[in-house]
């Protein structure tokens, strides 16, 4: 089938190459000329494991192309995808403006029938919205072009959005018309196997389910974060509590990691963004205020950790942070609690340094000088008095622990991952604090 993808940020790129690598064809469109320049020749703009090679075999096979031209890109499509960003304004609401534009542009230049799916995270209500604007530019070029309208949510996680994408759990589809359903159960069914994976709904349905996906999940973490709290006045271990509770099938053992909070561009966006679309209709959503609350808070534990050991004053002390990005295997920095934690310690007067194995470019563009770069985790230990893991790479799972040691000038290591094992730490002379565990 014929697939147009309008946006190639992070949702449109691995979509569009997934789509390629089913089989199908794709036209990519993007604004952003040296963007697709660059994309055409196989260069990818952001750090997911697999996506390059998988960009330029599909380029190679002549089945994905990346374009300036949105009228090149809808030509002849099945499908054109709205994937652009829908970046939170500063009342936390979301910022349709990219989608708007391009439901105009898809109305300038479609010529023949297609289905346009919103790919979009977006309010309830804006798929139908988006339908509207299409059908009064057609009506501008005097065209009665009988198209469908529908709402398909990605669940891809950075990192293993590939994985994700290839095999789903399951594909959420919002539609209006028995036409624009089998059209997406056609292109989804080969990854889901068969038809039962694909939840057919109606629009709103599936415009809310990806808010309420992801709100449930940002839940489960506050919920653990603020659980770990209680532990840790309490000598119970939440590490155990959660095995306890995770074995139960109604709860499940996932998505209940504490730890320094949640980042990312998904979580505390879409959060923001349910918060704000219900309270414009009246509906106050009183526990995501709360994990919102938990989360912000969270993220700067490891500082408070060390003022409880070194004393309110941080002047005097260097502190090395291993991990910048908001959670290991992306080069993602946004909402990640490393970029708190960095700016509560330089304002207190501590010296940073810090070592992230693939963020440390985009690192830069947000912390600039004020923080030291290391060219490898070991080195930046060198004479500090504390270190802070607050991404849990899996080359700091198990660290040289003896060079740590003699690296360092006073042994305090803070694990906002709670990657280190308690009773290790102790028995090798740690100052040792983690989430929610006895300190022995
Ligand atoms: C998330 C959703 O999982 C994905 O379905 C959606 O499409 C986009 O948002 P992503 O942001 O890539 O994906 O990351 P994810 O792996 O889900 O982790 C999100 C955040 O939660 C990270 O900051 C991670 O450190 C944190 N987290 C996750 C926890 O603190 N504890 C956990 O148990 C799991």
Redesign the pocket.
Known sequence: MKVCMVGTGYVGLVTGACLAESGNYVRCVDIDVEKCSALNNGEIPIYEPGLDVMVSRNAKQGRLKFTTDISYGVEGADFVFIAVGTPPGPDGSADLSFVMEVARQIGRTITTPTLVVTKSTVPVGTTLQVQSIIRSELEDRGLDLDFDIAFCP??????SAIGDFMHPDRVVIGVETDRARESLVRLFSPLTGDENSIYSMNIPSAELTKYA??AM?ATR?SF?NELARFCEVSEADVEDVKRGIGSDSRIGP????P?I???????PKDVKALMDSSAKKGVKMSILEAVEQVNLSQKTLPVRWLKEIEGEDLSHLTVAIWGLS??PD?DDMREAPSVEIARELTESGASVRAFDPVAMDKAREILGDSVTYGDDGYGILEGADCLILATEWALFREPDFQAMKDLMAKPIVLDGRNVYDPEEMEEKGFIYRSVGRPRR
């Open positions: 990605e669940f891809l996680r950075e990192g996906a992801n999940l973490i653990m996932r998505f209940l990691n730890g909070g949640y980042g990312g561009s998904c979580f908001f959670k992306t």
